[in-house]
């Protein structure tokens, strides 16, 4: 079973940056897709990003390519994501989430794939 804790998010103005990150433990070689999702109030939740832990391809939500970079530092299970030119909209709740494939490749960002979470680390962009 994978655990995750994220940290990070905060409060920043439209344009500015910042980063979350997210550590998975439970286990030393981590074969699984990580991804990072959000929930605004009132809204489902939707992804962001995905990569595979070891081999394949990042997955971007249209909404955040050339704003958001996925990354994965295998060496400690952890996942990043930088924020960067954050607009009002990009306000939320952000998960981390992940699910074991042993096979690399693209990895999906439909929530229903994923059965790990971590608690959530909010970001809020005032205009």
């Known amino acids: 079973q994978v655990r995750l804790l994220e940290s990070g998010g905060g409060s920043v103005q439209a344009g500015g940056s910042l980063r979350l990150s997210c550590v998975a433990s439970?286990?030393?070689?981590?074969?699984?897709?990580m991804g990072w999702f959000r929930q605004a109030s009132g809204k489902e939740r939707e992804g962001v990003a995905a990569?595979?832990?070891?081999?394949?391809?990042?997955s971007y939500a249209d909404s955040v390519k050339g704003r958001f970079t996925i990354s994965i530092d295998t060496a400690k299970n952890v996942l990043s994501l930088q924020l960067n030119n954050l607009k009002p909209e990009d306000s939320a709740r952000y998960y981390c989430?992940?699910?074991?494939?042993?096979?690399?490749?693209?990895?999906?960002?439909?929530?229903?794939?994923?059965?790990?979470w971590g608690q959530g680390a909010q970001v809020t962009v005032s205009s």
């Open positions: 989430a992940a699910f074991l494939r042993p096979s690399g490749g693209a990895c999906p960002t439909d929530p229903f794939d994923y059965s790990a």
């Open positions: 439970g286990d030393t070689y981590l074969r699984a897709c």
């Open positions: 990569a595979h832990t070891r081999v394949g391809p990042t």
